[in-house]
């Protein structure tokens, strides 16, 4: 029996007027309401120039019609794209005229793609990587995602959870065998052989996890220091813009304010802070509580000063590395060598050097050269709950095999998890509220 599942329908294409908007359908009733609105359908896959009608007759547009029969489409249901001028009134008159059909109603939140998942068009990493494709705003970003998208970690995961299951397969025949005399020893000491390359290799793996969170997320840059250091001064340099209020009164700035900057493709999210120092003032106070908040979660702080006085160089629960900023340096010339880099906010002395000091900093810690990386805090957790159970598996010893054998099936269950494999109902809801209607 053929089920019957509501046809979806929505603008695929972005913000109108366009040039052209593509709306898209999906369903078991993609193909007779196109065929009621366009009439004859061109052969699969092949542009046809359609006149456009509603059931009444009267012309909506004059737009191209693409059909895909499932299960070769994207969502691997039948599927239709409709291209028609990107007026708002000839998308809303197209939209008006879909909406009238039975059984067809607008798609939700990235509802195509999760139909493409249900259907096993995508993985779950995929999805997650065409999520972050649509939103990319660099070239890394987009280099990253494209490689989520196109199945470069799914094979990866599916391969590492493929040799966990065979690594049980001959621990159950070794088992099936036990009470034989001729037990093929041999057998067991390949396993754990392989099972000591895996660990080895999702360890490699997972240590790339950070570099594609900062890929993904941005380097988290916070720009930290005394109270009319030059701070905001700096961020507005940078921004080429007033973002932050910059006046000679020391502590001016209290909430953190952030930018984003794109240095050689990387993302980069800079924050100002407010300036630290002891105070009594409630406001103040609130935000240096903020400012060490931030600068605790940081990839790298610039610890400003303005030049002649100390530059802080430790900063509670932040361990990363802290670059060292004398300011003003036009109302302070001559040589020092106290801090790291010299800046001029007013002048835009020392900007170049700092610009060029974060690209150092980011091409230091993308040494790797594949992008197969983990980029979510979800691949991290549940990479980690699988390198555990490998490392249970082989620590074990002294167990049974049966046991063993449990811990390598939940390595390979948390691997499940992250591409989907493994029931993860819950995940999906969230997942899915990240894309935009039509995709
Ligand atoms: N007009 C248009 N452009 C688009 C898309 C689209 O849906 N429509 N895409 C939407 O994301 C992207 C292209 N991605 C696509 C992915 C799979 C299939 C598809 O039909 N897949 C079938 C057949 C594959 C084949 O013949 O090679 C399949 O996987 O079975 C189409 C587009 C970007 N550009
Ligand atoms: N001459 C000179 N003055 C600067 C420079 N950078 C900042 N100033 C001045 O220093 C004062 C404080 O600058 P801000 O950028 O507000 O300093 P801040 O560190 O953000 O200060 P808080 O918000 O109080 O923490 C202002 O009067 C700025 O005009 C610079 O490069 N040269």
Same mark, same amino acid.
């Given at each position: ?13 972005? +913000? &109108? ?10 369903? *078991? ?16 896959? $092949?542009?046809? /120039? ?12 004059? +737009? ?30 197209? =939209? $008006? ?8 109603? #607008? ?33 890394? $970003?987009?280099? =990253?995602? /494209?490689?989520?998208?196109? %199945? ?22 070794? =088992? ?29 793996? #997972? ?20 109270? *009319? ?120 002395? +020392? #900007? ?5 000091? &974060?690209? $150092? ?7 790797? /050269? ?6 979510? &805090? ?41 591409? %989907? ?5 819950? =995940? ?12």
């Amino acid at each position: 029996m053929v089920t019957m599942n509501e046809t979806i329908y929505a603008l695929s294409s972005g +913000g &109108l007027p366009a040039g052209v908007a593509v709306i898209r359908i999906s369903g *078991n009733l993609a193909f007779p309401i196109a065929g009621s609105l366009a009439g004859a359908l061109p052969a699969p896959r $092949q542009a046809g /120039l359609k006149t456009i009608r509603t059931r009444n007759g009267l012309v909506i547009d004059r +737009g191209l019609v693409l059909i895909f029969p499932g299960p070769a489409s994207f969502t691997g249901e039948d599927c239709v794209e409709i291209h028609v001028h990107g007026g708002k009134a000839v998308v809303n008159a197209l =939209l $008006q005229e879909l909406s009238a059909f039975e059984h067809c109603r #607008l798609a939700e939140h990235g509802e195509f793609s999760r139909r493409a998942l249900e259907n096993g068009k995508m993985d779950l990493v995929e999805v997650e990587g065409l999520a972050d494709l649509i939103s990319a705003e660099t070239e890394m $970003q987009r280099r =990253l995602a /494209l490689e989520h998208a196109a %199945g470069g970690l799914s094979g990866l995961y599916n391969a590492w959870a493929d040799r966990l299951t065979r690594a049980r397969a001959l621990i159950e025949a070794e =088992l099936d065998f036990a009470d034989e005399d001729d037990v093929p020893g041999s057998v067991s000491d390949m396993v754990w052989a392989d099972m000591k390359r895996l660990r080895l290799e999702i360890s490699d793996h #997972l240590a790339g996890a950070d570099l594609g969170e900062i890929i993904r997320d941005g380097l988290k840059v916070v720009i930290a220091g005394a109270p *009319n250091a030059g701070k905001s001064s700096l961020m507005n340099a940078l921004a080429k813009r007033e973002v932050a209020i910059v006046t000679d009164i020391a502590g001016t700035t209290r909430d953190v304010l952030h930018i984003d900057l794109n240095i050689e493709g990387y993302a980069v999210k800079l924050y100002d802070t407010a300036g630290l120092r002891e105070t009594d003032e409630i406001v103040e106070r609130e935000g240096i509580r903020r400012a060490l908040r931030t600068v605790a979660d940081a990839d790298l702080v610039l610890s400003l000063a303005e030049i002649g006085s100390e530059a802080q160089r430790n900063f509670p629960g932040f361990v990363g590395k802290v670059l060292t900023i004398g300011t003003k340096a036009d109302i302070h010339p001559g040589e020092t060598n106290q801090y790291d880099l010299l800046i001029s906010s007013a002048t835009g002395s +020392g #900007l170049a050097e700092l610009h060029e000091l &974060l690209r $150092q900093d980011l091409q230091a810690r993308s040494g790797m /050269l594949s992008l197969a990386l983990p980029s979510r &805090l979800r691949h991290r957790t549940l990479l980690g709950e699988s390198l555990r159970a490998v490392e249970a598996a082989l620590a074990s010893e002294d167990r049974g095999l049966d046991i063993r054998a449990e811990y390598l099936r939940q390595a390979a269950t948390s691997l499940g998890r992250i591409t %989907g494999r493994v029931d993860v109902e819950d =995940l999906l809801d969230v997942i899915f509220s990240e894309f935009c209607i039509g995709k």
